[in-house]
């Protein structure tokens, strides 16, 4: 078998790299992605006093505290024997994440996914990034930043702090919303739809506009895994898990959570630091699945918000036989999101609990506690035990980029047998990769930015692991 | 975020960038400490020239434009894994080239978010400047390496030289 070699996946948060496995008639038989920085999570939470917990682990990700906050937050009401918060503490959380989802999936879509989708993946390279979004479209990439903007502004709110805020406690929340913080989150409400629903129209019409190769590049067929809650609308703070077989056949319904070791498992590979969760019943080879905005929206039965409600019945009327499967809707599928939590946000702006000082509830210490949410990029599961001295003793922790990480590699699998000619790497296969990668927006990182910390690379190899072609762009965009 | 306490001072907006749990890239949001524990401790004497505002953020994003409103001036505080040992001072812009070439992650370099004020603002972009401080170690953990350390010490001492020194100055010193 030969192997091809990309690296780094620019535009994916952190560097990474992709050995392609070729056989001796060409034919991609594997693919890697291979990420170093996930790795010590679980070593660093352990010994830890369970009540700073949601503050330290903000710090795993630069690019979704809050997930890690609140998934914690979740956790530690259980140890702290809280089974349900107050109203206005679980209301004040929900729009938390809410304003968390909406600024990520904005990022995502207007600052890296764009480029590739207004202009198209075959235009040249020097086009496609985000310097020619703002030259071409500059009234999208402005949307773009006040929809992060009005996302961070929440969360500020909320936690008092851009970075490093308290805002989950064991059992409830730190503070409510004054009423004047309302009266201006509410200001740009209208204006915060109405970008919303544009984005919607966006990235559905640059999928359909080329859709017989959008739906097939990097497509899989596949379960999709995802909470909903308990009547099956779209869930991404709380409720229980639901998986669908990739012909929309229901696997699991109302799955607990507090049960999820029994139905996931985790395959280590002796390439990659990053684990492969797999659904027990099915096995390592049958039982990956993917997350995120496209599982979400395939596995909900509605959503509870007008909008997004006609915007996902639109999305799912793209799939006579079974569910979308297409990677690239994850593009529009996250966009649904957003406009469902500007929705959101609107509707519960205008609820009083969320100046109520009802905030916390008290229980029977626990020794153990699991918090499941829906980060942006897919269901996040942190589970700890604690001893006595109120230490974590064990932490388990699968963050959204670990489920899609078999995903990930069938991805780039397929693009690479659809696109790879002969045993040379090109830099148009280098972007489609790294488009490929890009639809399920992992995090890679973790929360390094420091300059020179952001390359990627992919190889190719043959059976003997002789390396047979390498192309590398570097983390100012060359490509070597 | 942390004022000082006139108006008719140059406004001067200092951003600490960097994860305190992540080693060495802790660099910028321990010398954004140690500077604001500087300005509590010498209230009276201290930033005779600068009104200053303290901003913290693990990574720098599009809507940090936003913090640039009114401002006269912006030092970015960061490690820089590029190099190991000391300081580097420059005088940094947003330029088309920056902003191409820095497309590789969810995070921006300064030069982008001054480019991306440039495009999407009507307001003049301040002058900007950044101090960075050799970094080594950055996973996951607590403490800096005993290198970092030595740089952060020189970083204050270069910082708390540029708070008493005018604009023209801190032209001469930076580094291009």
């Known amino acids: 078998m030969k192997k091809v070699v990309i690296e780094p996946v620019s535009r994916v948060e952190g560097h990474g790299k992709v050995t392609l496995h070729v056989d001796d008639d060409g034919q991609v038989q594997e693919a890697r992605l291979h990420i170093v920085e996930f790795r010590g999570f679980e070593r660093f939470i352990e010994g830890r006093p369970y009540w700073e917990l949601p503050l330290v682990v903000q710090r795993l990700c630069g690019i979704c505290p809050v997930s890690h906050h609140l998934a914690a937050g979740k956790a530690i009401d259980q140890i702290a024997g809280v089974s349900q918060l107050s109203a206005p503490a679980e209301k004040l959380r929900r729009l938390m994440h809410w304003g968390q989802t909406l600024q990520s999936h904005a990022l995502h879509f207007f600052h890296l996914a764009s480029p590739d989708l207004l202009f198209g993946m075959q235009s040249e390279v020097e086009k496609r990034?985000?310097?020619?979004?703002?030259?071409?479209?500059?009234?999208?990439?402005?949307?773009?930043?006040?929809?992060?903007?009005?996302?961070?502004?929440?969360?500020?709110?909320?936690?008092?702090?851009?970075?490093?805020?308290?805002?989950?406690?064991?059992?409830?929340?730190?503070?409510?919303?004054?009423?004047?913080?309302?009266?201006?989150?509410?200001?740009?409400?209208?204006?915060?739809?109405?970008?919303?629903?544009?984005?919607?129209?966006?990235a559905r019409s640059l999928y359909e506009q080329n859709q017989p190769f959008n739906a097939n590049f990097a497509s899989l067929s596949t379960p999709y895994l995802s909470l909903v809650s308990s009547n099956g609308d779209w869930e991404i703070y709380d409720g229980n898990m639901r998986i669908k077989e990739p012909n929309g056949d229901i696997f699991k319904d109302q799955y607990p959570c507090s049960e999820y070791f029994n139905l996931i498992n985790e395959q280590v590979k002796n390439w990659s630091y990053m684990k492969f969760p797999f659904l027990v019943e099915k096995g390592t080879e049958q039982g990956w699945y993917r997350v995120g905005p496209l599982a979400r929206v395939n596995n909900c039965d509605r959503?509870?918000?007008?909008?997004?409600?006609?915007?996902?019945?639109?999305?799912?009327?793209?799939?006579?036989?079974?569910?979308?499967?297409?990677?690239?809707?994850?593009?529009?599928?996250?966009?649904?999101?957003?406009?469902?939590?500007?929705?959101?946000?609107?509707?519960?702006?205008?609820?009083?609990?969320?100046?109520?000082?009802?905030?916390?509830?008290?229980?029977?210490?626990?020794?153990?506690?699991?918090g499941v949410i829906e980060a942006p990029r897919g269901t996040l599961f942190h589970h700890y035990e604690v001893n006595e001295d109120d230490q974590v003793t064990m932490a388990n922790l699968i963050v959204s980029t670990t489920s899609n990480n078999r995903a990930m590699n069938e991805s780039i699998r397929k693009v690479a047998n659809d696109h790879l000619s002969g045993q040379t790497l090109t830099p148009e296969l280098l972007n489609l990769v790294e488009v490929a990668i890009r639809a399920y927006d992992p995090c890679l990182s973790c929360a390094t930015h420091a300059m020179g910390k952001m390359p990627l690379q992919v190889e190719l190899l043959n059976q003997q692991g002789q390396q047979l072609d390498k192309i590398t762009r570097s983390h100012t965009g060359e490509i070597a | 975020m942390l004022k000082g306490d006139t108006e008719s001072k140059i406004k001067l907006l200092v951003y600490g960038i960097g994860n305190a749990s992540r080693g060495d890239d802790a660099l910028g949001p321990e010398l954004l400490a140690r500077l604001k524990q500087h300005m509590l401790n010498n209230q009276q004497d201290a930033n005779n020239l600068f009104q200053i505002t303290l901003e913290e953020a693990f990574q720098l994003q599009p809507e940090h434009i936003y913090d640039f409103e009114h401002q006269d001036m912006i030092l970015?505080?960061?490690?820089?894994?590029?190099?190991?040992?000391?300081?580097?001072?420059?005088?940094?812009?947003?330029?088309?080239?920056?902003?191409?070439?820095?497309?590789?992650?969810?995070?921006?370099?300064?030069?982008?978010?001054?480019?991306?004020?440039?495009?999407?603002?009507?307001?003049?972009?301040?002058?900007?400047?950044?101090?960075?401080?050799?970094?080594?170690?950055?996973?996951?953990e607590e403490g800096l390496s005993e290198q970092a350390k030595t740089n952060l010490a020189e970083a204050e001492q270069l910082l708390l030289t540029l708070l008493n020194s005018s604009l023209d100055q801190w032209q001469t010193q930076a580094t291009i």
């Open chain 1, 303 to 370: 959503f509870s918000t007008p909008l997004a409600e006609a915007a996902r019945q639109q999305f799912m009327a793209q799939s006579s036989y079974g569910l979308p499967h297409a990677t690239l809707a994850y593009h529009w599928a996250r966009m649904i999101e957003v406009l469902h939590c500007a929705e959101a946000i609107q509707d519960i702006l205008n609820d009083n609990d969320l100046t109520s000082e009802d905030l916390k509830r008290d229980g029977q210490r626990q020794a153990t506690g699991i």
């Open chain 2, 76 to 140: 970015f505080l960061d490690a820089d894994a590029r190099f190991s040992e000391g300081t580097c001072f420059t005088k940094i812009s947003g330029n088309s080239l920056a902003m191409k070439q820095a497309y590789v992650s969810h995070a921006l370099p300064p030069e982008q978010l001054l480019a991306m004020h440039e495009s999407l603002t009507d307001e003049e972009t301040p002058p900007a400047f950044a101090l960075s401080m050799g970094a080594q170690h950055m996973e996951l």
């Open chain 1, 129 to 202: 990034n985000v310097v020619a979004v703002i030259e071409a479209y500059p009234d999208i990439a402005l949307k773009g930043v006040k929809l992060r903007k009005y996302g961070q502004d929440i969360i500020k709110a909320i936690s008092g702090k851009k970075v490093h805020g308290i805002a989950a406690i064991p059992g409830g929340m730190n503070r409510a919303l004054k009423p004047e913080e309302i009266r201006t989150l509410k200001e740009p409400l209208n204006d915060i739809i109405a970008w919303s629903k544009d984005a919607v129209d966006i």
